[in-house]
């Protein structure tokens, strides 16, 4: 019992920390976006705040972007990698689990997942090109796997995205649920983003509740 009280203080000082790192990479999320003038300038056009081009070139000076966001990440996707398989070292010593662990284990994850929700997607232009693919079909009325979104220059959204000369490679499954975030989102650029965030923090749970659920049938003694 001692042994697992120890074990369990570990875990939560684990957790706090893979926390902490999350905040950080959040953080360091919006210094790699201002690093990427472009879609900064496409970004201040789209939702008509200009301000937002002349803070984020201030800022993106004084924070020195093009030097110190790269190592930060490194340093930081590092630290969580470490902290992440301590966590799981810590939580296998404990002899048996309780509902009180499953509990904590859960509060943290929700908390995880609530600070990366707010993160932007700095690393990765595939979200804008849903949204580019979204408007070909429902704003433009046209085939998204036969048109690509470059046929619409005047739609300021297909130029947040990387791959606006190609038409989807994505099948119609991935349309199905992309299509249910454009019509909340619609011409909001920041209601598609917290829309395809939320559809990814649906589906994270999902897959949890499926893989403890299998889990817990494979190995009753375990859980």
Not at 5 to 29: G, P, Q
Not at 186 to 214: H, M, Y
Request: charged residues 15%; positive net charge; glycine residues 2%.
């Amino acid at each position: 019992m001692a042994t697992n009280v120890k074990t369990t203080a570990l875990v939560k000082r684990s957790a706090v920390i893979l926390w902490l790192l999350c905040l950080a990479y959040t953080i360091e999320s919006y210094l790699i976006f201002l690093r990427d003038d472009f879609l900064l300038e496409r970004i201040a056009v789209l939702t008509k705040n200009l301000w937002i081009l002349e803070a984020g070139r201030r800022w993106a000076v004084i924070l020195h972007v093009n030097s110190l966001p790269t190592p930060l990440l490194f340093l930081t996707l590092s630290a969580m990698f470490l902290v992440y398989f301590r966590l799981l070292k810590n939580l296998s010593k404990i002899k048996k689990k309780s509902t009180q662990t499953t509990n904590l284990i859960a509060k943290y994850c929700v908390v995880f997942m609530i600070t990366l929700f707010f993160s932007f997607p700095a690393l990765s232009t595939d979200v804008f090109d849903y949204i580019s693919s979204n408007r070909v079909l429902f704003v433009h009325q046209a085939n998204p796997w036969l048109v690509a979104p470059q046929q619409f220059p005047s739609d300021e959204f297909i130029y947040l995205g990387s791959w606006k000369y190609r038409a989807s490679v994505y099948g119609p499954v991935q349309f199905l649920f992309s299509s249910l975030v454009h019509l909340m989102g619609r011409d909001s650029l920041i209601a598609n983003l917290i829309g395809f965030k939320l559809t990814g923090l649906v589906f994270t749970i999902i897959v949890v509740w499926i893989a403890k659920k299998w889990l817990n049938e494979q190995f009753p003694d375990r859980q």
